[in-house]
Structure formats: C-alpha cells, structure tokens
C-alpha cells in the first residue's frame, strides 16, 4: 500500500524558509516522478514543483527562483526547500504520486507565512 507522509511546515515570517520532507513508502520510489501541491482556502490544488525520476524540476512562475524540489532514493523521501516566503504561499502542502491506480496523496503539512 501506498504512503506519503509529510512534515515540516509551520509558521514562519514573510522571508523566511522551511523546508518540507515527503516520505514514501509502498512503492519503488526511484521510478516516480514526485510533485508538490498546495491548496489554499477556497482555491484550487495547484501544482508548485516536481521531479522525475532523472532528477529534473520543474516549477510554476509563482514559485520559479524561491522553491526548490529535491529527492533522496536512499531515503525515499522527496524534498521542497522554500525561500523567501510571502503571505501568499501560505496553504497546505501535499505530496503526490501519480501511479497505475491514480493519484496518491499525503496527508498534508500546513504552511503559514505571517508577520
């Protein structure tokens, strides 16, 4: 069975940084292009970074310069450093694997940027 298992949000000022883990377990996790999502009040889940297997990101504009997506196969865990944070990235954070049987998701980690 499939499982992502987020962590490391919090609060933190406008500017500052947090780094989000993604453990994944039930899968060979090598093989998997890994993404993150966030999903603010009444907004839609929006894609903010992926992976592939080879190790080549990808990023929307919004987050393009301040976000960066990293992976560990040794670990099975998939990583999103973000920088300079503004109010605006505040939401809830999820990881995802898109596999044979659909889309997989984590439980989700919250992510507040005030001051």
């Known amino acids: 069975q499939v499982q992502l298992v987020e962590s490391g949000g919090g609060l933190v000022q406008p500017g500052g940084s947090l780094r989000l883990s993604c453990v994944a377990s039930?899968?060979?996790?090598?093989?998997?292009?890994l993404r993150w999502y966030r999903q603010a009040p009444g907004n839609e889940r929006e894609l903010v970074a992926g992976?592939?297997?080879?190790?080549?990101?990808n990023y929307p504009d919004s987050v393009k310069g301040r976000f960066t997506i990293s992976r560990d196969n040794t670990k099975n865990t998939v990583y999103l450093q973000m920088n300079n944070l503004k109010p605006e990235d505040t939401a809830v954070y999820y990881c995802?694997?898109?596999?044979?049987?659909?889309?997989?998701w984590g439980q989700g980690t919250q992510v507040t940027v005030s001051s």
């Open positions: 995802n694997i898109r596999t044979v049987v659909g889309n997989m």
């Open positions: 039930g899968i060979i996790f090598s093989r998997y292009t």
């Open positions: 992976i592939g297997s080879g190790g080549s990101p």
